[in-house]
DNA sequence: TTGAAAGCGGTACCAG
DNA sequence: CTGGTACCGCTTTCAA
């Protein structure tokens, strides 16, 4: 039997290279890659360019991304590491202009999720695809080896947006202790003393709840509290059962959404808000507008896409040693009618 | 000045390779990658075995993901099309769960977003990148020709799950028009005729919307009225406000988003439900439950991520010609308040 | 204007 | 048990 047999195996097809349009279109395969990349250096004469292009379109041929990269030296890969945590609309919206923004720049958006791995694994799976960038927004932290190992690996950029600087990145400071802060200054200017602080149960949210409770501690004339419970309405009923005992005037509920449901269940128990206790959220959801009283809440001013994209541009092009910190964050009550 | 001296560009810095990494070990490239492979075909010995590990540990080595994949001729990249609208809390946990299983299975997940690309410049996007399978959940619809150019570029499985089956593709079917007959079914159940259902201004909810819309349709007895509604109280308000001349006594909103926003501005309008009109959502997200009356909503089982690891897995292996359907999805009024 | 050939970083065959 | 080496697909000098 020759080669051109059939092979046991359904379809193994290859997969078309540049040499598969080469041949066809009777040119060698450094023609084909002037033509296809518009090579502006050389001087290819339309008919050879036309007879390229058919054959590249006949054969349904995509080049293979590895291979460029590896011939280049870099990749123009982005990465973004996927959260664990489901994410909010805010966030979601905010990563859909930032990966608009960065194609635009011409680069490679790819998320990239690290579920079960350890930080050092995770650091290492990103660092093998060779990213010119890395940007990690919120869920995970990096530390500063994982920094290292990233540049090590060629990253130009390694950003982080937690609530701390990590050494060696370029940190896009999201100060969330602004938050807590807000809320707690909006609550003492309320004419609230006692203030309860609703952190999340659940894991992973620390990064973000930590320094929210930490911020609203430095306020001054607010006695904080902690109020752990989960994203259920048995938690938040369970909190509102013991909730006279606490002797609080007012809480901040870490976001709107863990507001309303405490504001719910506390409204079940017969308590009455605002008089009784003022109840705050954070991220403005539009929901919140839905319940009555009117949830009051701090709002967050996120980066736009196109300045962070830029960002990352720029120090991909000059990659300077520098740790640099950029507050591109702000942080503003709104008053409804739960406060 | 030696070679050690400050180069004028900060840091240039060459990435380790696996040359370096032999060189520093005394050892050939092929050991290195014996060693660090765990090949099991081939004893070394265990001095030989440390020494290799030091020396990467020391230089910090990552193999170049590029260039294995190149050689091997395959990549175990399973790419998922990162949606253009802001996703929910079912989907995102959903796809967090896939995730975890797919890697389980020793698959590298990708995101990949193609928010300024055409349908076609998209699927060459990701054929450029190898993948061995394809995902697309919600979002962004496969034409049969993506499909092809994706199966060209070596893509063992090319999943979709969009409403209508896509010819070359593993339709995995969830079937949204079942979303939609379910909500008028209740409604009818409950004693209405005249049902409303909004569809979402939004754009490239349609994949969603329309089949939802389609489904109440043809259920028997109920006359269907397609309500144009945006995510904003605005509009929602401006709905509400002409509520009366509508003449209908039910609504079904979508999700429960849309039917949150409505159930107020008809509230405020001064409609009583579920007298007036009945409200029903869908995704039986946790804040329907906030609301009073308590929203009614059409609660969505989604399929497990194990499962679906498993089914592109199979695919994998055996990539049988035959395009199948898998109707995973199921989905069931729950009622609640509002209707 | 076009072609031949080197080489990017790994892997795996075959010798030694 | 270990080293030499061909090759994966593509880009890019250098020569013709």
Redesign the pocket.
């Known amino acids: 039997m020759s080669e051109s047999s059939k092979s046991p195996k359904p379809l193994p097809l ?9 041949r066809r ?13 518009n ?1 502006e ?5 339309e ?3 036309r007879r390229v292009r058919e054959a590249a379109e006949e054969l349904g ?8 990269s ?4 870099h990749t123009r890969i982005v990465l973004l590491p996927t959260p664990h945590v489901p994410i909010g609309p805010l966030y979601s919206t905010f990563l859909n202009e930032l990966q608009w923004a960065l194609r635009r720049l011409d680069y490679t958006v790819v998320q990239y999720g690290s579920l079960g791995l350890s930080g050092d694994e995770a650091a290492r799976a990103w660092a093998e695809l060779r990213p010119v960038a890395v940007i990690s927004l919120g869920g995970t932290t990096l530390s500063s080896h994982d920094v290292a190992t990233l540049k090590r690996a060629g990253a130009r950029a390694v950003i982080t947006m937690g609530p701390v600087g990590v050494p060696g990145a370029h940190a896009l400071v999201m100060d969330q202790q602004e938050v807590g802060a807000r809320a707690a200054a909006h609550l003492v200017g309320r004419g609230r003393r006692r203030i309860g602080v609703v952190v999340p149960r659940e894991e992973g949210m620390e990064l973000f709840s930590a320094p929210r409770l930490a911020g609203a501690r430095r306020v001054e004339g607010a006695e904080v509290e902690a109020l752990p419970m989960a994203y259920s309405e048995e938690s938040a009923a369970e909190l509102a059962a013991r909730w006279r005992g606490l002797r609080l005037d007012a809480v901040f509920a870490y976001n709107d959404e863990y507001a309303m449901l405490l504001m719910r269940a506390l409204q079940d128990e017969g308590l009455r808000v605002p008089e009784e206790v003022a109840v705050i959220g954070a991220d403005d959801l539009l929901i919140g507008r839905l319940l009555r009283p009117r949830l009051s809440t701090v709002r967050i001013e996120m980066p736009t896409g196109d300045h962070l994209a830029s960002l990352v541009d720029r120090a991909v092009r000059e990659p300077s040693e520098v740790t640099e910190r950029h507050d591109l964050m702000t942080a503003e009550a709104v008053r409804r009618e739960s406060t």
């Open positions: 290859p997969v078309p290279t540049s040499a598969d349009v080469a279109a009777g040119v060698s395969r450094a023609t084909v890659s002037y033509v296809l990349n090579a250096a050389v001087r290819i004469s008919p050879t360019r041929y995509v080049p293979h991304a590895a291979a460029r590896l011939r280049a030296g």
